[in-house]
């Protein structure tokens, strides 16, 4: 038996209105700490307009880029941020390593990590979950649409990052968001990557978050468990963006989920 575990490769999927440059203090930590990562950036936010991109063009990009990644023998551990949820679910649906090893391939995803992020099953939506929480009337007051589906924040200050900033830090983070096709929030999905049996589910809980609120971070991990899931439940006292806010603590988290899947791979 060997005593060293294989590595993990890490795969992060980012919200609307970020790119993965939004991450990089987070993404830079997990390298650092001797973590493979890779984030590619999603098609929706490539500021074209009207948009050319929806769920289903993030969808491709990021169930290609998996794919070439476990087909390569790497394990993933897929980070989702907020929107992200939404398309790595929608993405992901039987690369599990377990399933992957029923039919004699290499590599696979070892375990989905929620971050504020959507964990839907098919035929929901970000926004439906809005509606359903009972929150439709809300979607006026913090998002701006265009006639053509492009979103703006009406408060990011608040409503996306919150407390945890320098003013100039803050400033910088705001003025750096992209144009973003926000008609993807109403677009449902077809596929559902947590429900595959062999894949393990964790969910970074953000308690003071005003675009996900902790009542619906609550109620997906409820419905997960329901549908026969185990989830891992962490929790941190800050606002929707903790790679912004809180980089280093979410990265701690990260990396222990990390270390904690390779060490139940030792032959």
Known sequence: MSSRSPKATILLIHGGWQTP????????YLRAAGHEVHAPR?????????????????????RSTAEGLVSAGHKLIVLMHSYGGQVGTNA?????????????????IARLVYIAAFALAPG????GMVKEMGDEGLIAVAFEFDSDGIARDRDPRNLLVGP??????LDAFVASLVVWNGSVMYQGLEECAWMDGGVRVSYVC???DMTVPL???RVMIERMREGGKEVEVFEMETGHCPQVTMPKELGEIVSGIVTAEEARWVE
Do not use: C, F, W
């Open 21 to 28: 440059a939004h991450y990089a203090t987070l993404t830079t």
């Open 42 to 62: 999603l098609p929706s936010t490539n500021g074209a307009r009207p948009p050319t991109a929806t769920l289903a063009t993030d969808t491709a990009l990021i």
């Open 92 to 108: 992901l649906a039987g690369l599990s390593v377990a399933t992957r090893a029923k039919q004699s391939l290499p590599g696979g």
């Open 124 to 127: 929901e939506s970000m926004m």
């Open 164 to 169: 945890g900033l320098a003013e100039a830090e």
């Open 206 to 208: 953000t308690v003071n």
């Open 215 to 217: 009542g619906y971070q």
